[in-house]
């Protein structure tokens, strides 16, 4: 069972260049989310998804685009990388919205550098 | 909007001492779950324990337990015999039950060191 999984692992981008971040997970859950860490900050939530052609902004939605064509999949999408993006990333998945006994499953994360 | 604190950004604690993390919280739910994950070096994201706010018992998991005031909103973390392999960074995150989301809103978490 591989769980949630996130790729790649590590990735440095130039200023304005553009880039996906996958995650798929096995599971058949209904939630998906994408967070990101930064050093002081905890984990703030991108965008997420409640199934899959259903998407909705979080927190921190500015410069991310995401799409759920399929419930496996819910990559994540940097148009023009700044800087500010300088982050890592982690995709989180669960079986039913809105259930807290279902705790989230995270990814490994990904480290994203951005020059 | 819902706020979570962690007001001290790290402890040490001595191999085999008890140490007690804090949190607190703001919400207008009445309704919601409360947790602690671990995060070691590793980067991954542990569930440590997990608490149903209208559950007025504590939730246990073997040496990590929680103090749960709902009326004051906090949420504190107690780990007994502390293990070098408790070195990590903890975080309290919380998430309404209400809504068709499975939002978590995460504080900012805690370095815990435990010293040898």
């Known amino acids: 069972n591989a769980g949630v999984t996130q790729t790649p692992k590590f990735q440095v981008l130039k200023t304005g260049q553009s880039m996906t971040l996958q995650c798929a997970q096995d599971?058949?859950?209904?939630?998906m989310s994408w967070y990101r860490q930064d050093p002081g900050m905890g984990l703030r939530l991108i965008h997420y998804s409640v199934g899959a052609g259903i998407t909705d902004q979080g927190e921190v939605p500015n410069g991310y685009n995401v799409s759920r064509s399929t419930t496996e999949d819910f990559p994540l999408r940097l148009l023009s990388a700044a800087p500010s993006q300088t982050s890592v990333y982690f995709c989180?998945?669960?079986?039913?919205?809105?259930?807290?006994?279902?705790?989230?499953?995270f990814g490994d994360g990904t480290r994203l550098s951005i020059l | 909007a819902q706020t979570v604190t962690q007001s001290q950004p790290e402890m040490s604690v001595q191999e085999a001492e008890t140490v007690t993390l804090s949190c607190t919280y703001d919400t207008s739910e009445n309704n919601y779950y409360l947790f602690w994950y671990k995060q070691p070096p590793s980067r991954q994201m542990i569930l440590v324990i997990r608490q149903e706010a209208y559950k007025q018992q504590n939730a246990t998991e073997n040496r990590f337990s929680v103090n749960f005031q709902k009326a004051a909103k906090s949420f504190s973390l107690k780990i007994s015999d502390s293990q070098l392999g408790d070195t990590a960074m903890y975080f309290c995150a919380f998430m309404a039950t209400t809504g068709a989301n499975s939002k978590l809103t995460f504080g900012k978490g805690i370095t815990l060191s435990v010293r040898p």
């Open positions: 599971m058949n859950h209904e939630y």
């Open positions: 989180a998945s669960s079986p039913l919205a809105g259930q807290g006994n279902q705790p989230q499953h």
